[in-house]
């Protein structure tokens, strides 16, 4: 793909599975055999210390392997022998405790296992749900026109189906057109849906010289669709935006279809690119060749990042349930490369979260660069009868 498309969850941060996202967490065993050994000490043995020694291999199960998991429960048991001995002699009455220690070690090892093989079929599952968004998302260029172009695609920690967003931008004798969509639901018939948005895409952007008329050819397209389909595909929609930059570069339109609003960082600023007038998403409204379609306006002056997101990057929530705020996070100066700006973002979810993405976030980002000497970069009027914003 190009440069900065990225499907997948990242490889290169070490968190393939919620031990290796909270790596300090495996030391919570050990600490509670020796929280054992300490309140031992403190109480001179009056403290009874044993439910904590249980806990231990328990503990263990899913933090750690098989081999480290039984360790603990054979340490754990050890431990309160060692205990036993520097009170007592030990007696029958001790058989019991340590009895059920040495089960609780025996099915701490057996969840271990099933823990370990449900995490490495979900780890499959999810590969080949990144494998397959691979093949239905385009291999979008390194630059088109003017603009550098970086993509990524994160799959959900606990996701294990394709889901449906997608993302392309395309050349045309009228501009550059790009489109970000998050189709709802997921598996095959959002696969169904994204290969039919895509197709359409392309097609309206080479032949419909208006974006309204691009827009109202994915509205028929998600129409059509929906009539020949069952089931939950025929509840099927998608939020969109369809943004175009003209050949002279000189405004950004945007059609915003019930989708997030997109980001314009420049300066150490981010703007959210807010639409004038609320429109539903596409597949929720028939339009007729005389409906109004909603497109704002907005400056994209030379070094700016356009960034798009799907739902996947603003709901992403903490431990607390606080939703994902992108704005902050790219309040601050970046060098003009869309690949530094989504890989900030990123970053700052991951933070967020945990490393734990709740849902498939895909982002879509470009930069304006410089003019071609002797290019016009004069700005015609605005387009009448069109809210203009200057962002």
Known sequence: MGRGTRIGRKESSGREESTERVP???WLPAAIIVAALVLSFFTHGGLNTFPLLVAAPVAAAPLLSLRGTITTGVVANLVGLGLVFLKREPSVDELVPFSSLVVLTVVAAFLNVLLTR???????????AAVLQRAVLPDLPDRVGRLAV??????AHK???IGGDLFAIHETPHGIRM?????RGKGVEAVRTVNALLGSFHEASDHRPDLPDV???LEGRMQAGIRHASGAEAESFATAVVAELPPDYSVLRVANRG????????????????PTTPALPLGLGLLDADDEIPVDLFDLPVGATLVLYTDGINEARDADGVFFDPVPALSRHFPPDPDAVLDAVLSAVSRHTGGNLQDDAALFAVTLGDAVPGADRQRPAPETGRPEHSA
Request: proline fraction near 2%; hydrophobic fraction near 45%; avoid cysteine.
């Open 259 to 274: 989708h997030e609003a997109p980001l314009l960082v420049h300066e150490g600023k981010a703007l959210l690119l807010e």
């Open 24 to 26: 300090r967490l495996r």
């Open 215 to 217: 827009v109202r050819q």
């Open 150 to 155: 970086a993509t990524r695609y994160e799959v």
């Open 159 to 161: 996701e294990a189906a």
């Open 118 to 128: 449900d995490r490495r079929e979900l780890k499959t599952s999810r590969e080949v």
């Open 179 to 183: 489109l970000i969509a998050d189709v």
